[in-house]
């Protein structure tokens, strides 16, 4: 089988996570702890090969991606060595990209001021990506939504980490089906972080005839994702998909407590999720779970995007247009069409059975 050419948006923790588990899978030859798949469509974890980078953080510009993603504010635990990739970081429009608690972090490039959605649009095509997966801080939605821009005009799938609208933006979505290019999207799930156990645990409750009758899902950590998100102004969207999954999962979370609560910088790349969960059973009798998870964040996520790479890109190769919705509600917390976990991980897996059999 051939390759994965992936562009990056945001060379940051997420981004260097998933950049150091290619690389180790590629020497090692390994089966990694958290890949569900060794095989999606024919490709390993081991086939990602990255093609261009963008950031616009003066310290990152010029830098081989290997050094990028070990250079602060990158939080990401280094696990592994990253060999020279020969791909070097290039500046991205900069737009809202930098905003709140990141201003005086990061540094914008002057070019980043200057580079274009067509700029971008062009070095996807010069190198040949199949994918552009767009890790932004949280709050940048016009930087977000010039990513996709760029990626629907090359014919790139797009993968859209961030709870920015992509796939709820109703005219860039659209412009996806139109031109016949995979989107997926809003807002990836952890592969098994707060969103995903919150979730599980109101099925299970459900399941059993057990009304959740008070519930809350906090969440700190020490990351520049955390340090983004103590801003109450970049953290809407955050809270918004959040409460999108919960209420995908059966309850109404309009008034629930969930998201991001504070920044611990000492956490580093550690996250803490304290959830609570009252329900009511037989005689009106109580049932209250209370439960701490601590997780590495950055390699969290990437459990789940390395999955979401090679939907990506199967889905390119067997010609489907826009939301690749079956796939989506298992990998993202805001899809198109949200449905609870269990019913999320059986379509993943019909998908995955679909273009794995071919
Ligand atoms: N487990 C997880 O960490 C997780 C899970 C789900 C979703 N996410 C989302 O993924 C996104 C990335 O998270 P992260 O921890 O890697 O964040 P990060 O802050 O470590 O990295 C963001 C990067 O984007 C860069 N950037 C800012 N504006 C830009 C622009 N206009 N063009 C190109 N680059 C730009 C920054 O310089 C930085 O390098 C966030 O939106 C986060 O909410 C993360």
Partial sequence: MGEIRVALAGIGSCASSLVQTAE??????????GVMYELIGGYRVGDTRFVAAFDVDTGKIGLDLAKAVVTPPVAAVPHTDVDPTGVLVEPGPLLDGIGGNLVGVVEPHPASRETTVDDVAERLTAVGADVLVCLLPTGATEAVQAYARAAVRAGVAFINATPEPVVH???????FTDRGVPLLGDDLRSHLGATTLHTALIELLQSRGLPVVNTYQLNVGGNTDFLNLADPARAAGKMRTKRSALHAAGIDASTVSAGPNGFVRY???EKVCMIRVEASSILNSSLTLD?????EDSPNATGTLVNAVRVAKTAAEHDRAGSVDEACAFLFKNPRVGAPESVGLRQFRAYVDSVTRD
């Fill in 169 to 175: 933006e109703p005219s860039l979505a659209a412009e």
């Fill in 267 to 269: 956490l580093g790349d």
């Fill in 291 to 295: 439960i701490r998870m601590q997780v």
């Fill in 24 to 33: 180790l899978v590629r020497r090692d030859g390994t089966a990694l702890d």
